[in-house]
């Protein structure tokens, strides 16, 4: 089975750069998914296949995938950017082939 | 706009069954394939299920095979999700997802609001 690993959280303060990372075996061989989650609300997809944003998503959310990590980062953070962050990838071996890591809480201070 | 929107959760024994709905607008749903996303209380999220746009593809999560059965009504614009023989464990907020593609390469792009499952006697 195929394992995602985030961190359980990450800090960041207004205005700067926060980096959320996915670790997996072999990660860059595969397209990596971000989504947005906040509070009572739904999932909302805001990278796709490693680097591209969905329309609507703003240019300051941006991911980058190799190795055996896949980074997604938003720059100039804002408070609303406060959320759950989880990456997603489809693997065929896994007995679950939509595959999420554990989540990210991200926090802005 | 598209949308999702998800019913029939509710409160249910253990041993019991729901059947959940997701009712699609806006887009050409016979032309998209479709998830289930689960996410249990203070957890993350997890694949349930898929069905390719014809409904001839399913695939089952290991968690919930032999259980649960994913379906589609192309004429209704609408996904359901039969889920029999409930465990406490199956209590979570399920969501249904818009995977063009499968999903691979553009994730899932479109979620419904999701509806709440509760398995408790």
């Known amino acids: 089975s195929y394992v995602l690993t985030q961190p359980p959280s990450v800090s960041v303060a207004p205005g700067k750069t926060a980096r959320i990372t996915c670790g997996g075996n072999?990660?860059?061989?595969?397209?990596v998914h971000w989504y947005q989650q906040k509070p009572g609300q739904a999932p909302v997809l805001v990278v796709y296949d490693d680097s591209d944003r969905p329309s609507g998503i703003p240019e300051r959310f941006s991911g980058s995938n190799s190795g055996n990590t896949a980074t997604l980062t938003i720059s100039r953070v804002e408070a609303g950017d406060e959320a759950d962050y989880y990456c997603?990838?489809?693997?065929?071996?896994?007995?679950?082939?939509?595959?999420f890591g554990g989540g990210t809480k991200l926090t802005v201070l | 706009e598209v949308q999702l929107v998800e019913s029939g959760g509710g409160l249910v024994q253990p041993g019991g069954s729901l059947r959940l709905s997701c009712a699609a607008s806006g887009f050409t749903f016979s032309s998209y394939e479709m998830n289930w996303v689960r996410q249990a209380p203070g957890k993350g999220l997890e694949w349930v299920s898929y069905i390719s746009s014809s409904g001839s593809t399913i695939y089952y999560a290991d968690s919930v095979k032999g259980r649960f059965t994913i379906s589609r009504d192309n004429a209704k614009n609408s996904l359901y999700l039969q889920m029999n023989s409930l465990r406490a464990e199956d209590t979570a907020v399920y969501y249904c997802?818009?995977?063009?593609?499968?999903?691979?390469?553009?994730?899932?792009?479109?979620w419904g609001q999701g509806t709440t499952v509760t398995v408790s006697s």
């Open positions: 997603q990838v489809w693997d065929s071996s896994s007995d679950h082939l939509w595959v």
């Open positions: 072999n990660i860059g061989s595969k397209s």
């Open positions: 997802a818009r995977a063009p593609g499968r999903g691979v390469i553009y994730g899932m792009d479109v």
